[in-house]
């Protein structure tokens, strides 16, 4: 970036090649890996679905560290603020995906999520000469909800006690929910903006 942007005040004059934006690109690069380990043999074989975990829960980590480091040193880019919500998007979107492909979720479950989630990026793209509408408290929940729910269903629960799955039900139901709220929410926004 060369200067300082008009519509976001926390915008700097890092470069696109930051630790930032590398954190990003990461999570974009393990979606595929992801899917790789959650497909791998028959899609329900333990110790694939553990290391499904394991690659998504890494994809999870970096999302809260691009942003922290991007804001916290400066390296807020038009790049990273472009990035960082399709690869977000990305991970979830494949990870609903293969789960209801996998069936261990129902679809409507996953159109629910995605139609909140395109429908929110389409009104960010919308709104993006007013200036970016932040993620609110809301926002970071759902997140965080959505993404205990999905690690929760990628983790071999099949070959567990019964527990394991009800807390998966629950976070899931959790996400839906916070998902259709925020997603109200941000619309709400979005419109009252000048």
């Known amino acids: 970036m060369t200067g300082q942007s008009d519509t976001d005040p926390r915008a700097s004059r890092a470069g696109v090649a930051n630790i930032a934006n590398l954190l990003t690109g990461l999570r974009i690069v393990l979606v595929p890996v992801f899917l ?107 997140t965080l909800v959505q993404a205990v729910a999905i690690g929760l269903f990628v983790l071999p629960l099949h070959a567990w006690p019964s527990p394991w799955l009800t807390t ?5 139901w959790a996400a839906v929910v916070l998902t259709v709220l925020t997603g109200i929410d941000y619309a709400v926004s979005a419109f009252r903006r000048p």
């Open 36 to 142: 790789a380990a959650l497909f791998a043999g028959d899609g329900h074989e333990t110790r694939w679905r553990i290391a499904a975990f394991v690659v998504f829960a890494a994809a999870v980590i970096t999302d809260r560290f691009d942003g922290e480091i991007a804001r916290s040193f400066d390296m807020v880019t038009e790049f990273g603020k472009l990035a960082d919500p399709i690869a977000d998007k990305a991970l979830i979107g494949a990870a609903l995906i293969g789960l209801s492909m996998l069936g261990d979720l129902p679809w409507w479950i996953t159109v629910v999520i995605l139609a909140r989630e395109l429908a929110v990026t389409l009104l960010r793209f919308a709104v993006i000469r007013r200036g970016v509408i932040p993620a609110s408290r809301g926002g970071k929940l759902k």
């Open 168 to 172: 998966a039900w629950v976070f899931m």
